[in-house]
């Protein structure tokens, strides 16, 4: 694990003062992440060009396979990325009701799943997001239907609040700190349509641990990080040893309750 910073010990002590008064009041808790995440805008903004920077150099370095652990190489890329795939879309078939038609995939990386979820919201609008220009780049050459932005104001404007009936997440806020979860999880929040479905697979420990490039955190930092969706554990598999947890859950409807 790398030093703390400063900053790191701030986020912590925000994050646990958060937990304690959303155990008194989910609206309290509301109104405190909110600010915080405000609070957080500028230093989002530089944590993105930071991962747009790692992101580039791992992408020019590896190509495709810079998605997966490293530790699969060049030969392994296929089975893992097709074993990856039997595990997830019966899942994600599961919760689906049938009726969605627009998805999101954040941090869609090349697209390797992004055009077949076009197939599953019944071919009406797919849309990668990610902040690797290079990853992008492939996706687009590679998958035909879909839309791919990597520019966080066109996801973060007008044009698609609640637009989405899915986002998908697959092994991306594992390399988020934690003030870029929160403030990822509000735009998320604000992106997906009332009782849209948010379908996430991430690295899980019972305890928080990384090593500065990815993060393990309890299934229960999820739940809380997403509160707007009752957020519930489907499945769990493992990449090389690494836990990862399916979860899946749907954002609560207008006007009903942010407690849990
Ligand atoms: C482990 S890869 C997974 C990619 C894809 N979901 C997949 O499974 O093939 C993590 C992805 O998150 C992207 N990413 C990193 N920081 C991001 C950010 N702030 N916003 C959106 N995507 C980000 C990276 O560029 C990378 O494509």
Redesign the pocket.
């Known amino acids: 694990m790398p030093a703390q910073t400063v900053d790191e010990d701030w986020t912590i002590v925000l994050s646990a003062f958060a937990t304690v008064i959303r155990r008194m009041s989910g609206q309290v808790l509301k109104l405190e992440t909110s600010r915080y995440a405000e609070a957080h805008m500028d230093s989002a903004d530089a944590e993105?060009d930071r991962?747009a920077k790692v992101?580039r150099q791992r992408a020019q370095q590896y190509g495709e396979r810079c998605?997966l652990n490293l530790a699969h190489g060049p030969e392994g890329y296929r089975a893992e990325d097709a074993r990856q795939k039997s595990l997830v879309y019966p899942w994600l078939r599961q919760a689906l009701n049938g009726k969605e038609q627009t998805v999101l995939d954040?941090?869609?990386?090349?697209g390797?799943?992004t055009g077949d979820l076009f197939a599953l919201v019944n071919r009406g609008a797919a849309v990668g997001?990610?902040?690797?220009e290079d990853?992008l780049t492939i996706a687009r050459g590679s998958v035909d239907r879909a839309t791919f932005i990597g520019d966080y104001s066109v996801l973060s404007s007008d044009q698609y609040a609640e637009y989405f009936d899915v986002i998908v997440v697959?092994?991306?806020i594992g390399?988020f700190s934690d003030a870029?979860c929160v403030e990822t999880a509000s735009l998320l929040a604000t992106r997906l349509k009332p009782e849209g479905l948010l379908f996430l697979a991430e690295n899980t420990a019972e305890d928080i641990r990384g090593n500065g490039f990815w993060t393990l955190r309890p299934v229960s930092w999820y739940q809380e990080l997403f509160r707007e969706v009752d957020l519930n554990v489907v499945s769990k598999y493992w990449d090389l040893g690494a836990e990862v947890s399916i979860m899946t859950g749907r954002k609560k409807a207008i006007g009903s309750s942010t407690t849990r």
């Open positions: 993105r991962l992101w998605v954040f941090g869609c990386g090349a390797r799943f997001f990610d902040v690797s990853l697959l092994t991306v390399g870029l």
